[in-house]
């Protein structure tokens, strides 16, 4: 119970940090979108107030915060940029990748001081262009570029996905590099999350050496098959679940933020073709806003039903009785095509929000237009094509294996029992 309550105590400390330092985050949006990259100072900020630290092992200083007490933190980040909150999700929902690598590498990334994330991660799919060849004591990386690198800029290693082939067949493993290893190319020009600089890489050299245990067959990482060192149940949840409960965590602060933002600029605003000289006394805006409420409360309900499931599996597996393979592929169909229904549904109430605020909040400095932008960009995850996922998921409700596809989302990465086919 103590270390519940202590927890619980670092939860609310982050997000008492989080409320006083949001609306310098907001005042500094436009710039560091211009920039296509955050301040150092934001970085320096948002380190200061504890958010890069909250899915850090206990063992090396961090808060080891639940899934579903780092919701609550991306929430809060996104209420205020939604850029500053896809950099603090990625830092925390890819903590599995480094700590999937084993022991050395877990305290490689966390062992020391840092300031900002510990870890970033590019290109884990078969389609990446980076490969690697065996050597004496290590590999040979040599390829690239590994796109959408979110947090390279900022940390001190990426994990690269590289394409191996040994003569039994291909297969994705991931690469530690050192961030001095890297070179960063400036092509994130993006519609939305511009801050984020989430660029493309490539190596330093034309290739680069990299000793045995920083590459690993990322079959060994999704299915945890090493040892970290670390204890905590936390580093027993599903990945599946960690990452993408808390991806929906964004879109859920942008849409709560956008609201307050509506809420506060609509007192004494006229609406046009109308006769009402105060919006915010309007029946239609009552209508909308209720709509809207309805829209934010279904994704939080769903998201935090998910945070507070994957938490729940993985103490299960830290007691030594994990659910059976069956229903684990089902909850990651489930949390997949659900975390696309809450972007999608938020991104929705925005957009409500967005069309009943007038002209002006289309000019760049309107934080509502800047929800609105990358609302729509969390929707274009190539993670969360809604039809695929609803597909897959109606497919196991109907008692069917869903499509056997290679990557970082896959479903068969738990051999479930087979299941009746339908006729």
């Not at 029946?283 to 998910?306: F, Y």
């Not at 289309?362 to 729509?376: G, L, Y």
Request: glycine share 8%; hydrophobic share 45%.
């Amino acid at each position: 119970m103590a270390s519940v309550q202590d927890k619980s105590a670092k939860l609310a400390a982050v997000l008492d940090n989080l409320r006083a330092l949001g609306p310098t985050l907001r005042d500094r949006a436009l710039e560091n979108e211009r920039a296509g990259r955050h301040s150092d100072q934001t970085i320096a900020d948002l380190d200061a107030a504890g958010a890069f630290n909250i899915a850090n092992p206990a063992e090396f200083g961090g808060d080891e915060l639940s899934v579903r007490q780092q919701l609550d933190v991306i929430i809060e980040v996104a209420k205020w940029d939604g850029s500053c909150a896809w950099t603090v999700w990625v830092d925390a929902s890819t903590n599995w990748i480094p700590v999937g690598m084993g022991a050395r590498v877990t305290e490689e990334v966390y062992a020391p001081k840092w300031v900002g994330p510990r870890v970033a991660g590019s290109s884990h799919f078969p389609a990446s262009k980076g490969r690697v060849k065996r050597v004496e004591d290590g590999w040979i990386v040599t390829g690239g570029p590994w796109t959408f690198g979110s947090d390279a800029l900022w940390a001190p290693y990426t994990n690269l996905g590289c394409i191996a082939d040994e003569g039994a067949g291909k297969y994705l493993v991931g690469v530690q590099v050192a961030r001095d290893q890297l070179r960063f190319i400036d092509d994130w020009q993006v519609a939305g999350m511009k801050a984020t600089g989430s660029v493309s890489m490539m190596l330093a050299e034309d290739e680069l050496f990299v000793p045995d245990y920083r590459v690993v067959d990322f079959r060994d990482v999704t299915g945890a098959k090493l040892d970290s060192g670390l204890k905590g149940p936390l580093w027993k949840v599903p990945s599946l679940g960690w990452a993408f409960s808390l991806m929906g965590g964004m879109s859920i602060g942008l849409a709560q933020g956008a609201l307050e933002r509506f809420l506060d600029r609509s007192a004494g605003r006229p609406i046009r073709g109308t006769t009402y000289k105060n919006q915010i006394e309007a029946p239609l805006t009552h209508l909308m806003l209720a709509e809207v409420h309805s829209r934010i409360q279904s994704a939080t309900l769903m998201a935090r039903a998910n945070a507070e499931e994957t938490d729940r599996l993985g103490e299960l597996t830290a007691a030594g009785t994990p659910a059976d393979p069956e229903y684990m592929q089902k909850f990651s169909a489930r949390v997949l095509v659900e975390t696309a229904y809450v972007a999608k549904w938020c991104a929705e109430a925005i957009e409500l929000l967005q069309r009943n605020s007038g002209s002006t909040a289309i000019m760049e400095s309107e934080p509502i237009q800047r929800a609105w932008r990358d609302a729509r960009v969390i929707t274009l995850h190539g993670a969360l094509n809604l039809e695929a996922l609803s597909e897959n998921y109606g497919r196991l409700m109907a008692g069917i294996q869903p499509h056997n596809f290679a990557g970082i989302t896959t479903l068969d990465r738990f051999a479930p029992t087979p299941v009746k086919q339908a006729a």
